[in-house]
């Protein structure tokens, strides 16, 4: 039988912990933006070069499936990730699997910017470079239970959701600054050399993941919340204690399942704009991949605004409420969208995508407060990265392959809208049962 945790006093952040507050939450929206570049730029080389690269054989279709597929191996291998560092996280603290998730993230990212291409080394190029990428799926589906556990749980009375919305800002930060390397790369190197090399430095700058992996393992403290746990279970004979994943298991997977819907739409929707929409606007459309990249600059800047309102908003009149929102005008704008793209014109382009973030950003502010509590500490960091991460895998990983399989299936860019409203009804059906069930205000 699924159930829901009752609500538990929050544990007070004043005293000790609150001159931490601003260290802390500048520490975890550093590690989430840092670590969804690492693993943004994978995206946007898969749609630019890794097909040629490392997939030569057959189309260019078929090299850029095979690139999108060894993408969406990543998000496969994300729920290891929330797995492994949730039982550890729930047990032994949020900050070490935060600082491990970080340190293999880096490792990982300049790896494949090291990595030698298929004319060098045949096929152990692709076999690499999918190792590569699972290493990459491990390190965030393990990093963002823990940078949103020491933002929430340090988070003073009422505003949960404005503290849990600086890890949300990680992934827009995270998608500007991959672009802004890719652009920056791009426009300092001819055509041949950004494929013989340029490429790689967008790469090779996720060796700075490190540094911060050091500054959070040395100059951040663990959270109140957590401590107040570890004692309360410290205080329980061993023999009656239950593994963390095992109690989720028993008693909470319904609301994990949930919590994955919920959450589903938004990361396909998410990974269609910045992944799926510019390989189709440069490969189908003829349009100019550095144009289509600066317009998603543009667009996702705009989401370091629109994220914390929304996560305020959140804190006021519930998350529910404002993430229902957002879920709804996701699917009236996925035919919209996709007409105004098909025009080829860049600023309508700049248009549909822009009114997309709005929604996606509407859903985004209040998403890390409102998985927090639907879980008390002693399972927060399985519960929350569980549902965070079943979302990825059935949503955001295969939304570009996907997208490319429907609109080669059908013609139409109208099939991908369709996909869209599907999950947004599953979204919005996942809110309305979690409804009764979430702690939220």
Not at 262 to 269: E, R
Not at 280 to 288: F, G, I, Q, W
Not at 294 to 301: E, G, M, P, Q
Request: net charge neutral; glycine share 12%.
């Amino acid at each position: 039988m699924d159930t829901t945790p009752s609500a538990q006093p929050r544990t007070a952040t004043t005293g000790a912990a609150a001159p931490n507050r601003r260290r802390v939450a500048t520490a975890a929206a550093l590690a989430s933006a840092v670590e969804w570049y690492d693993y943004f730029v994978f995206g946007i080389a898969a749609a630019l070069v890794l097909g040629d690269l490392y997939f030569p054989a057959g189309s260019s279709t078929a090299g850029v499936l095979a690139a999108f597929a060894t993408f969406a191996v990543g998000f496969l291998a994300r729920p290891i990730g929330g797995i492994v560092a949730g039982q550890l996280g729930d047990k032994r603290g949020r900050k070490p699997m935060l600082v491990l998730a970080l340190t293999l993230m880096g490792v990982s990212t300049t790896g494949i910017g090291l990595l030698p291409t298929y004319e060098t080394i045949g096929v152990a190029a692709p076999i690499l470079l999918v190792l590569l990428r699972i290493a990459q799926g491990v390190a965030v589906g393990a990093q963002w239970g823990g940078a949103m556990l020491l933002a929430t749980e340090y988070a003073p009375e009422g505003k949960r959701g404005i503290y849990g919305s600086v890890v949300q800002l990680g992934v827009p930060i995270g998608v500007v600054t991959a672009n802004s390397v890719f652009l920056l790369a791009g426009a300092f190197t001819s055509e041949s050399a950004f494929e013989a090399w340029g490429w790689r430095v967008p790469f090779l700058v996720g060796l700075l993941v490190l540094g911060l992996a050091r500054y959070i393992h040395t100059r951040v403290e663990e959270t109140p919340e957590f401590r107040q746990a570890e004692r309360a279970l410290a205080e329980k004979e061993r023999g009656e204690q239950a593994s963390p994943l095992r109690t989720i298991l028993r008693g909470h997977l319904g609301t994990v399942m949930l919590a994955g819907g919920s959450f589903a739409v938004n990361t396909a929707t998410f990974y269609i704009l910045i992944t799926g929409v510019l390989d189709y606007t440069t490969r189908e459309l003829d349009m100019e991949h550095g144009a289509v990249l600066a317009v998603s600059l543009c667009v996702s800047l705009t989401q370091l605004v629109l994220i914390p309102a929304a996560a305020a908003l959140s804190d006021r009149f519930g998350r529910i409420r404002i993430y229902t929102v957002g879920a709804a005008g996701i699917a009236v704008w996925a035919v919209p969208l996709f007409l105004l793209i098909d025009t080829g014109s860049l600023v309508w382009l700049a248009v549909g995508t822009f009114v997309a973030s709005c929604f996606l950003s509407i859903m985004y502010g209040p998403q890390a407060a409102l998985f927090a509590e639907l879980f008390t500490p002693e399972m927060r960091y399985t519960g929350a990265s569980l549902g965070y991460q079943i979302a990825a895998v059935g949503g955001g990983g295969l939304a570009p392959f996907v997208m490319v399989l429907l609109l080669e299936a059908t013609g139409t860019s109208m099939a991908v809208s369709g996909y869209i409203v599907a999950l947004s009804v599953i979204a919005l059906v996942s809110i309305k049962v979690l409804a009764g069930r979430a702690r939220s205000r």
